[in-house]
């Protein structure tokens, strides 16, 4: 129940629909979704995309992870809810609701298989936030590594700072 979107109804259906070792007959989490009619169906040839479209069908399990994506549609500020816009924006509201069950899927897949807890990332680094993150610790070697003293360079207070903007 740690992942949000997913209500009581939906765990019920997953577990009553596949149960705990129908996760262990499935290799990999893209095997799963496959199954479960989620993932895209690419038909490539001679090196061409013809079509990347999900495949038609449907089960229990896809419509309860479909309803739970919808829910995390309207939702703010998670996680999930962030990557639902971010698709939906550019895809449109139906292939928002696709991917975002497919990584229900998948996640849930990874905590069965797995049995690990659901943690979601608190804070995505942009890229520029990434460079300025790498630069700290690149100076920050380099002055261990020939042992001089952050406030000898001047740069105590600049170290400080970008750890807690970062964090």
Known sequence: MKIEGLSHSTVLTIMSEIGPEGF?????????????????????SGG????????????????????????????????????FKRVAYRKGRQAAV???ARKLAVIIWNMVTKKTQYTPPTDYLFLDQKRKLKAMQTIKKNIAKFDIKPEDVGFSNMLNTSDNVLR
């Open 98 to 100: 696709s991917a975002t």
């Open 24 to 44: 262990t007959k499935f290799e990999t989490a893209k095997a799963f979704t496959s199954w479960m009619r989620l993932a895209p169906n690419n038909k490539i």
């Open 48 to 83: 061409r995309i013809l079509s990347n479209r999900v495949p038609k069908g449907s089960n229990r399990i896809k419509i309860a992870l479909r309803q739970a994506a919808n829910a995390i549609g309207n939702l703010k500020d998670t996680h999930l809810s962030d990557f």
